[in-house]
């Protein structure tokens, strides 16, 4: 598996949010689900709609840890959520897929759609696990919390949390760069 890298350009991340809301509004909710919660892209696809109309938090057993979480539904998702569900069915998936009768797209398909957009922003280092690591990026550096963010994550360390979000590594980039003898 490929390392993938957040987005950690604020501007990058609203200049995609906005191209995929003009473009594809399925696969702006999809980014936009994955940067404000940081859930697992197989967390995001089995969202329904009655998961999240009028709710203030989703309610989800996590795929991976088999886990129940309880994730905010922040100001911004509750906006779109409200306009996107319009005229949909309680029942329906909110990443739906073209194929079949109600059925969310595959994570191959979810990986190809944040592929081909990021590679029209000039972005490499691109997978489905973006999402969740653009999401504890910039929540790391808004408020410099590692507890909350590796809670939020799941992970057994900050240590992890932070290498995960690649916060780690760019510190150690700096600081190399910023060497002299």
């Not at 919390?145 to 949390?161: E, G, Q, Y």
């Amino acid at each position: 598996m490929n390392y993938v890298e957040p987005i950690r350009d604020s501007g990058m991340v609203n200049d995609i949010a906005n191209y995929l809301k003009k473009d594809n509004l399925r696969n702006y909710i999809m980014y936009i689900i994955g940067i404000n919660t940081g859930l697992r892209i197989s967390d995001i696809l089995k969202i329904k709609v009655k998961d999240v109309r009028n709710k203030q938090f989703i309610v989800l057993k996590e795929k991976k840890t088999s886990k129940q979480r309880n994730i905010k539904i922040n100001k911004v998702l509750r906006r779109e959520f409200r306009m996107y569900c319009i005229g949909k069915d309680s029942n329906e998936y909110l990443i739906k897929s073209r194929i079949g009768v109600n059925k969310p797209i595959s994570r191959y398909m979810a990986y190809k759609i944040l592929n081909e957009t990021a590679s029209m922003f000039g972005l490499e280092n691109i997978g489905t696990h973006t999402l969740r690591k653009t999401f504890g990026y910039h929540f790391y550096n808004q408020t410099k919390d590692a507890a909350t963010l590796r809670l939020i994550f799941n992970h057994s360390s900050d240590a992890v949390t932070l290498r995960y979000i690649g916060i780690l590594q760019e510190s150690i980039n700096t600081k190399i760069d910023n060497f002299e003898i």
